[in-house]
């Protein structure tokens, strides 16, 4: 990812806006961080990246299908610690597998926090959350 990132970032000769659903959102944030020169914001949809892990309702899923603990990730990373670029973060209050909380994130882990209305699955199809994100990427033009 962190390759494509740079790629796509001299190719175009410009900044990238990275959008992240879900675990894909903890990815973009960890690449902003490491390779901010390159991103122009972070849009994260659903991304549990506040709080406490266990506060998911899909904890013990991750810990079964990666084999290691929620509380032990493979890699090192301070999940909430804001990337130094600008960072948005959509939530929903109906997600049913990620806490409102740790996807809206805390001020400081994050410039803003949306509230949108769907459930997890819905940040990938849902027409508010589309305008939501079209809207953020118009802004960052």
């Keep these: ?23 894909g959102g903890l990815y973009a944030r960890e690449l902003a961080k490491r390779q901010p020169h390159a991103v122009a914001k972070v849009i994260t949809m659903g991304s549990p990246f506040s709080g406490s892990p266990r ?6 899923a991750y810990q079964f299908i990666t084999g290691h603990s ?24 109906n997600d049913g597998a990620i806490a409102p909380r740790c996807a809206a994130g805390r001020p400081g882990e994050r ?12 940040f990938t199809y849902d027409p508010q959350v589309i305008l939501t994100v079209l809207s953020e990427l118009e802004i960052t033009r």
Aim: proline content about 6%.
């Design 70 to 93: 929620v509380d032990a990730p493979p890699i090192e990373a301070d999940l909430a610690a804001k990337p130094p670029v600008e960072t948005v973060a959509l939530w929903s209050a």
């Design 55 to 60: 506060a998911n309702n899909v904890w013990r």
């Design 1 to 23: 990812l962190e390759a494509r990132l740079l790629d796509l970032h001299a190719r175009h000769g410009r900044k990238v806006v990275l959008i992240g659903w879900s675990l």
């Design 111 to 122: 410039d803003r926090a949306i509230a949108v209305r769907c459930t997890h699955m819905g």
